[in-house]
């Protein structure tokens, strides 16, 4: 069963712009992952926020998360052609025997 | 180094058919995935393996077997391939440190039944 839902599932934006992408999840978390999918490609891991953690940046990217809602959001700034692909979050439980489980994507398209 | 690499990239199979995907990493991780991607559901995890000699059922294992004899390679197999089995096959590796599991893909495999 997939726990992540990512909203909304397509976002096409202006370059230059900022992408928000948000995903929920349902039980408990050890941490929450976002991957990005190139078209054609295998999934390349982007950030990584842990349960006790509120915010985290890696260069463009943003990520918060929210425990008590069970949510996350993405946030790309300045977004930039390159940006498009589909974008998962990935949900890491808190069960001895969890395993990493995917969203179903975003798809991100940012125009020239 | 090469991450992970999956052979064949393509193939289209009939039914019935039988074949073998190959994973190989050489990050020398632990554990390795075999999940699959259809349109509008996102990845499923089929089987995983948390080490040589090991392996587990993910949420899809009908239809499939695996094998890890050694710990770079993960092989997935059709014992008899099915058109529902039509998708993309990705096999990922990671290793697991202060309980944070970050996965590393491979290109895909993208299969075809008839």
């Known amino acids: 069963s997939q726990q992540g839902e990512e909203d909304p599932q397509a976002l096409s934006i202006q370059e230059g712009e900022n992408a928000t992408m948000n995903c929920s999840y349902k039980t408990s978390i050890n941490n929450l992952q976002w991957y990005r999918q190139n078209s054609g490609r295998g999934l390349v891991h982007l950030i990584l926020i842990r349960s006790n953690e509120r915010e985290k940046h890696s260069g463009r990217l943003r990520v918060t998360l929210d425990t008590s809602k069970k949510s996350s959001s993405l946030l790309i700034t300045a977004s930039r052609a390159a940006d498009t692909a589909s974008y998962f979050c990935a949900t890491d439980g808190t069960g001895a025997n969890s395993k990493l489980t995917f969203g179903k994507g975003i798809t991100l398209s940012v125009r020239p | ?114």
Not at chain 2, 72 to 101: H, K, M, R, W
């Open chain 2, 1 to 114: 180094n090469a991450g992970v690499t999956q052979t064949p990239k393509f193939r289209v199979l009939k039914t019935g058919q039988s074949m073998t995907l190959l994973c190989a990493q050489d990050m020398n991780h632990e554990y390795m995935y075999w999940y699959r991607q259809d349109p509008g559901m996102g990845l499923r995890l089929i089987h995983y393996s948390v080490g040589e000699g090991t392996t587990a059922k993910g949420e899809v294992p009908d239809g499939y077997n695996v094998s890890r004899l050694k710990k770079q390679n993960f092989l997935l197999g059709l014992e008899s391939a099915a058109p529902s089995q039509t998708s993309v096959y990705f096999c990922a590796s990671s290793y697991s440190i202060e309980d944070l599991d970050i996965q590393y893909f491979g290109a895909g495999t993208r299969l075809s039944v008839l």
